[in-house]
T-cell receptor, first 114, second 114 residues
Framework: GENVEQHPSTLSVQEGDSAVIKCTYSDSASNYFPWYKQELGKRPQLIIDIRSNVGEKKDQRIAVTLNKTAKHFSLHITETQPEDSAVYFCAASDPNFGNEKLTFGTGTRLTIIP | DGGITQSPKYLFRKEGQNVTLSCEQNLNHDAMYWYRQDPGQGLRLIYYSQIVNDFQKGDIAEGYSVSREKKESFPLTVTSAQKNPTAFYLC?????????????FGPGTRLLVL
């Protein structure tokens, strides 16, 4: 099945700086890559996603890039704010299950330093 | 994601006891999923269902059982065979279309062993 690796596991950045989180996946037929944000004790919430026919997608301060050749995708947060502090998970769809099943990375704990 | 509810918020299990976690959605989604989340780990898939009266094992199905008698409901039973059940359990749902779709999560149930 699909395997997703996520780095780094923890990340601290000064408020106003940018943060980048990277994920790699194993199956070149994966076609859907969402990113979720999870605050302490809360449910994961989708913040941005990208499909395999697109190389980059942006939504205000958040962007995702996808490199299909290298099989990796990244989350970019610019002008970070204290409310960006949370755990972020990447995921990739699993082609062995019709791309309906998602395989998640192990998460990145992002801390914004005021 | 406000259309997915889970109950209870906290659940205590005695040794040897089976307990059932509830998940209901009013989003008219065909697919539903159960994940287990442990500290420092990502979301691991327990079971999923793409249609009523059908479900498949995920990566960590041992010690768990599910049913899908109604489109809106996908209860998870943690059986006495699950020796380490303490975790945060998340239910999710999505529209079942080929090509990968966003999964929306419920608020979760935290299961603790007495």
């Amino acid at each position: 099945g699909e395997n997703v690796e996520q780095h780094p596991s923890t990340l601290s950045v000064q408020e106003g700086d940018s943060a980048v989180i990277k994920c790699t996946y194993s199956d070149s037929a994966s076609n859907y890559f969402p990113w979720y944000k999870q605050e302490l004790g809360k449910r994961p919430q989708l913040i941005i996603d990208i499909r395999s026919n697109v190389g980059e997608k942006k939504d205000q301060r958040i962007a995702v890039t996808l490199n299909k050749t290298a099989k990796h995708f990244s989350l970019h947060i610019t002008e970070t704010q204290p409310e960006d502090s949370a755990v972020y998970f990447c995921a990739a769809s699993d082609p062995n299950f019709g791309n309906e099943k998602l395989t998640f990375g192990t998460g990145t704990r992002l801390t914004i330093i005021p | 994601d406000g259309g997915i509810t889970q109950s209870p918020k906290y659940l205590f299990r005695k040794e040897g006891q089976n307990v059932t976690l509830s998940c209901e959605q009013n989003l008219n989604h065909d697919a539903m999923y159960w994940y287990r989340q442990d500290p420092g780990q990502g979301l691991r898939l327990i079971y999923y269902s793409q249609i009523v009266n059908d479900f498949q094992k995920g990566d960590i199905a041992e010690g768990y059982s599910v049913s899908r008698e109604k489109k809106e409901s996908f209860p998870l039973t943690v059986t006495s065979a699950q020796k380490n059940p303490t975790a945060f359990y998340l239910c999710a749902s999505s529209i079942d279309r080929a090509g990968g779709e966003t999964q929306y999560f419920g608020p979760g149930t935290r299961l603790l062993v007495l």
